[in-house]
């Protein structure tokens, strides 16, 4: 068994008994040199899984792991450049660099860095208002990857890019699939962005048939009650945990 799923199976369930967290530390430690070892190092000095937390620690480790390979230590440098616990002058660039590298290796990290990926471009982009078309394209790339792996958080916002033509063709049809996606999954605002692109689709055809605007409206309608009623569900489940 490798170490990084030995480390996962024995404190899965015991992330807070100290005693196995200190087995896990231990076992780590002590394993042969390697690259697994040194990006679960750096992961325990981290959190303090077992040991004193130690940025230095784990950025030292973290920094080996990354020239060996290993796909948990460079998500975590780009974790520590885009958090600031790296130092100062660095920012999201070099995190995105790190997640870059991450997604680009057959490791359990790849699809959190993927995520994180579709964030920071997601922030970028929000960030700069009228953001040059590399950081659409990266935003739109990392998104559709995204999606791909979590729907309920992802789809609508893959959605909202094709419909307003970000980083890829504007293709409305694409559009409704996603936001389609988004709602089947959970997500209440894929429910939403589709009753708001039918209502602009009204907006913009006001030769419709009257029986085609009837059902369409009908449509946005159940939509609304749809997102209304899942969001409600949401809040109560929050209220129930």
Known sequence: MKLSDKFHEMLGGHETDVAVRRQVADMVISAADSPERDGLLALIYHEGIGVSSDLAASLEYAGRAVSRGDGLGCFLLGYMYETGEAGAGHGEDDAVHYYERCAGLDSRWQTQAIFRLSDCCHDAFTNAGNADESIRRQLFKWTELAA???????????????EKGIGCVEDKEKAVDCYEDAYSHGDPSGASSLAELLEHCLADNPDMSAAERIECE?????????????????LRDDDFH
């Open 218 to 234: 009908h449509h946005i309608k159940a939509l609304k009650e749809m997102s209304d009623s899942m969001y409600k569900e949401a």
């Open 148 to 162: 791909g792996r979590d729907p309920k958080k992802y789809a609508a916002r893959l959605g909202r890019l094709y």
